[in-house]
């Protein structure tokens, strides 16, 4: 019982957290650039966890372990905090967190490609109903309807995050939700390093409130919900884990229209209600027959 409190908690800290980082993100793009967003960012969020690591006096990853690692923190952070960056300069928040709540079945896809489990047929109609829906919100982002280039980037970000959850997993069971976790942020760090030219100027030239919310972007919404989707994977398997991401979209739009005055166009609601409706279907066949949930049900019964 116990156990599941702590993941509902888990889930509900990220899906807050990440849900109000859309918003912040434009927010932010107001006065910087996305390069230099996502670098601040991360390095606001790098920062506190070195600082966390040093009091808890966190293990060194295994050198074997070091290029694996990287490549985590570059598919998990680089590529997906950049190009989400890029795509939300002409995407609204809302719009881009229902994009990114393709992410479960991305996961679900790579699971079944690599690691032979097996994607059943409710979860490729699901899978097409989502996408159908994607496509939606990429011409009706804006009120107008043309095709939006911000949403292949957004998409291709949310795939880079895809990666990084499901082939994580061994080195959760490793290391620690908490170690592994802030090993990949301090390397998707690393690798935005690219994008420090001119960052202290943008610091200097942009307003208050874009450096101070990039500054809880950094502290909150970069560091806490992948802890929380890590411990929730170490417990329950990447495709359960993820499923919780599909909410985001809901509590996304409500805090865009209160913080931006964002109100989403027609097409992309409908294409919002497509994309939930088939993460739904996607997610719920993957709960279904994960051989975790096989498994709490062979041991219930």
């Known amino acids: 019982m116990k156990l599941r ?12 957290l990440w849900a109000s980082a859309f918003p912040g993100i434009r927010v932010g793009l107001e006065s910087y650039g996305p390069f230099h967003l996502a670098l601040l960012r991360m390095l606001i969020g790098s920062l506190g966890l070195l600082i966390f690591a040093v009091v808890v006096n966190m293990r060194w990853p295994d050198k074997r372990d070091i290029p694996a690692i990287l490549l985590f923190g570059f598919f998990g952070f680089t590529m997906y905090h950049t190009l989400l960056n890029v795509g939300e300069r002409t995407v609204d928040a809302g719009a881009a967190s229902l994009i ?3 992410t479960p079945i991305l996961s679900a896809l790579l699971a079944s490609f690599f690691l032979k489990e097996r994607f059943h047929h409710t ?27 911000g949403v292949l980037f957004i998409l291709i970000g949310a795939l880079g995050e895809s990666i990084y959850f499901v082939f994580q997993v061994p080195y959760l069971r490793k290391y620690g939700f908490l170690p592994f976790t802030t090993y990949t942020i301090l390397s998707g760090t690393l690798f935005m390093l690219l994008f420090s030219p001119g960052l202290w100027t943008a610091v200097q030239q942009s307003s208050l409130e874009s450096t101070l919310t990039v500054i809880y972007l950094g502290l909150l919404p970069t560091v806490i919900p992948y802890f929380a989707i890590a411990y929730a ?8 884990a993820t499923s919780s991401l599909y909410l985001t979209p809901v509590l996304a739009i409500f805090i865009s229209w209160l913080w931006l005055g964002e109100v989403p166009a027609i097409l992309s609601v409908i ?14 066949t993957a709960f279904k027959h994960s051989p975790l949930q096989r498994k709490r049900i062979k041991e219930n019964y």
């Open 233 to 240: 994977t170490s417990k329950h398997g990447a495709s359960e």
């Open 100 to 102: 990114v709540s393709t």
């Open 271 to 284: 294409g919002g209600a497509f994309a939930l409706i088939g993460v739904s279907m996607t997610t719920w």
């Open 123 to 149: 979860g490729w109609i699901g899978s097409i109903t989502a996408f159908l829906g994607v496509s939606l919100i990429s011409f009706g982002t804006g009120g107008k309807i043309h095709f939006e280039i």
């Open 5 to 16: 409190y702590n993941v509902l908690f888990a889930y509900s800290l990220a899906v807050i």
